[in-house]
């Protein structure tokens, strides 16, 4: 009983380091790496490897379109899972937030460009609009109900992005 428990704890975890290495885009030869980072966030944020792996494995295309490393990355998804956001719907609104980071036009990107942050570094936006307050509240709130709010989870998380 016992070794099967390990062959599928060993399974679930091989698993969990594909979807993640395959969702950001990278190379089999970083799955050391990548499961490093998910046991360290994991530790940091409380939440499951299995939980940040899959979401990962779904918001790392467009991370990585906006140019997210995987640690800030990681980082951003526990701040996610702390708020009490659950893995399907922090994805989800993840993808919102980064889909319209990319998008010039949109009306996210655009009410950034109101608030005078003019740059397309994903990180470097969000530590402006989190120093905006007020003023950076429209911007907020063209993301729309579900991802505007998940957003200030991940403002949260570029102060603490190098402790993952």
Known sequence: MGSEMCIRDRSAASEAVTKAVSGMGLQFEDAGRVADVLAKGSVLTGTSIGSLAETL???GPAAGRVGLSLESTVAMIGQFSQAGTDAGKAGSAFNTILGQFADPASAFRKELGEA?????DFEQALQQLAG???EGAQAIKALGTEAGPCLLYTSDAA???QCV
């Open 57 to 59: 494995g779904t918001v």
């Open 116 to 120: 005078g942050i003019v740059t397309d």
């Open 132 to 134: 905006k307050g007020p």
């Open 159 to 161: 102060d603490d992005m």
